[in-house]
């Protein structure tokens, strides 16, 4: 098995770290800019894409601050966090998003991300 690749990227998004946080952890927020759909039970989200499900186990969060998410099918100790950064001088907040990915998938990955995030900021109506 190749091992992932781990990667970050940062977007700054104009958000209160309140809302925004709303918008990584429960599965209505989710599917405004994650996925078509997104359902759960306790730790246990469902995420449908064109009608195909993904499972993933929520491992931790901390309010305002940040998720961590893992595939039920990954097999390594790969996982998705998205973590909200606030700069204490100007107060801007980030989205820092951290993923793992096969080699030659990263550029791919982070594509992804771009679009998904560029959904998030028009859903928060965020430039």
């Known amino acids: 098995m190749n091992d992932k690749i781990k990667f970050e990227i940062e977007y700054v998004i104009q958000s209160s ?7 990584l952890v429960t599965p209505s927020g989710l599917s405004e800019w994650f996925a078509d759909n997104v359902n759960s039970r306790g730790e246990k989200y469902i995420f449908i894409w064109d009608g195909s499900e993904e499972e993933a186990k929520l491992l931790k969060r ?9 595939w039920e099918e990954s097999d390594d100790d790969s996982y998705f966090e998205l973590k909200i950064i606030v700069d204490e001088i100007t107060k801007d907040v980030s ?21 998904q995030v ?4 028009q859903v928060l109506g965020s430039k």
Request: proline share 2%.
């Open 17 to 23: 770290p309140q809302l925004l946080y709303q918008y």
């Open 62 to 70: 901390k309010s305002d601050e940040f998720v961590r998410f893992a």
């Open 95 to 115: 989205l820092f998003i951290t993923d793992f990915a096969e080699e030659d998938e990263v550029d791919e990955a982070k594509m992804l991300w771009e679009n």
């Open 118 to 121: 560029s959904d998030l900021k």
